[in-house]
């Protein structure tokens, strides 16, 4: 078990959180161009929304839409690898280093949803 492994958190609330976070903090560091521009306000929205649909389906009202949502998850999970692999980190070994860790957490999370809908269905 790597380092960063130990320390995710098992609460999907907190690590979809987590994952929001990071990547907006990711995105101060980009190098300015206009791609990372617009795959920066992409990747801020997708990874938003990864944890704020999660809570959807957490409070959702019925079963039908808690599955509904967590498709979403999965989806925008999936949309955030998209945006975080176009990203022009330029020559700085650190940023392809959290670029990285950050697609293995976006794939992770695809998988846990992927998971969760299957068992649900």
């Known amino acids: 078990m790597n380092e960063n492994q130990k320390h995710k958190p098992y609460d999907l609330e907190e690590r979809t959180f987590q994952f929001a976070k990071h990547c907006r903090e990711f995105v101060k560091f980009l190098p300015r161009t206009a791609g990372n521009f617009e795959d920066s306000k992409q990747l801020i929205r997708s990874s938003g929304s990864v944890h704020a649909n999660f809570i959807e389906s957490v409070e959702a009202l019925s079963k039908k839409n808690s599955l509904h949502r967590m498709k979403i998850c999965r989806k925008e999970a999936k949309e ?21 860790m950050l697609v293995n957490e976006s794939v992770e999370l695809m998988r846990i949803f992927g998971s969760i809908v299957s068992k649900k269905e």
Do not use: H, T
């Open 80 to 100: 955030s690898r998209s945006w975080l692999r176009l990203v022009d980190i330029g020559p700085d070994l650190s940023l392809a280093k959290e670029r990285d």
